[in-house]
């Protein structure tokens, strides 16, 4: 499947649509950058009367061992696929409150190591720039006034809580390979001291 992604990119077609739906609950686009994208996203995550996604997909649901009718699977379909993007790039967030306001889109996530470097306020050792924060609480705050949810990468255990404070939704704490990473290290350092 990932050699048909170019191929089918160059239809202009948005091929992560194209394989993830097959049995998926969610869908996270990274580095959205148009109120376009995000309706085209919609149109292709949801069914009508929301989207044009087709009706092929609880098929290969009932491989993998799910018993859901075909109708029950249609009358669920949107409410039960979360639709999320990630708010990136500078023309994203010049146009983050009608992003959120996209019907169909659920969350606005931010990945911020990739926001700042595109808004031109890198991430560094000193930790987040005043602009870059500015920036996330302006999505945070659109996500809040369309009504939907909002969710950050956060660095550590300070900008999470922070993150908390400010009011987002979702919050990523740890990766798998930080926490066996982090876990290992207990483990040899309790095994050599």
Same mark, same amino acid.
């Given at each position: 499947?990932?050699?048909?992604?170019?191929?089918?990119?160059?239809?202009?077609?948005? /091929?992560?649509?194209?394989?993830?739906?097959?049995?998926?609950? =969610?869908?996270?686009?990274?580095?959205? *950058? $148009?109120?376009?994208?995000?309706?085209?996203?919609?149109?292709?995550?949801?069914? /009508?009367?929301?989207?044009?996604?087709?009706?092929?997909s609880p =098929?290969?649901?009932?491989?993998?061992? *799910? $018993?859901?009718?075909?109708?029950d699977y249609l009358n669920q379909g949107n409410e039960s696929i979360l639709t999320m993007v990630q708010i990136e790039t500078k023309e994203a967030l010049e146009a983050v409150d009608e992003i959120a306001a996209v019907e169909g889109i659920d969350v606005l996530f931010v990945g911020p190591f990739d926001l700042g470097?595109?808004?031109?306020?890198?991430?560094?050792?000193?930790?987040?720039?005043?602009?870059?924060?500015?920036?996330?609480?302006?999505?945070?705050?659109?996500?809040?006034?369309?009504?939907?949810?909002?969710?950050?990468?956060t660095l550590d255990p300070a900008h999470a809580k922070k993150c908390q404070q400010q009011g987002f939704d979702m919050i990523h704490v740890v990766t798998d390979y930080m926490a066996i990473e982090d876990s290992a290290k207990q483990s040899l350092t309790a095994a050599t001291t």
């Open positions: 499947m990932h050699d048909a992604v170019p191929a089918i990119a160059a239809l202009g077609v948005s /091929p992560i649509v194209l394989w993830t739906l097959e049995l998926t609950e =969610y869908v996270l686009v990274p580095l959205l *950058r $148009t109120v376009k994208e995000a309706e085209d996203l919609v149109q292709a995550a949801k069914f /009508p009367p929301w989207g044009k996604r087709g009706f092929g =098929y290969s649901a009932k491989q993998f061992g *799910r $018993t859901i009718s075909s109708l470097n595109n808004i031109g306020h890198r991430i560094t050792t000193e930790g987040i720039p005043q602009e870059l924060d500015a920036a996330l609480v302006k999505i945070q705050a659109a996500a809040a006034k369309a009504g939907k949810k909002s969710g950050i990468y």
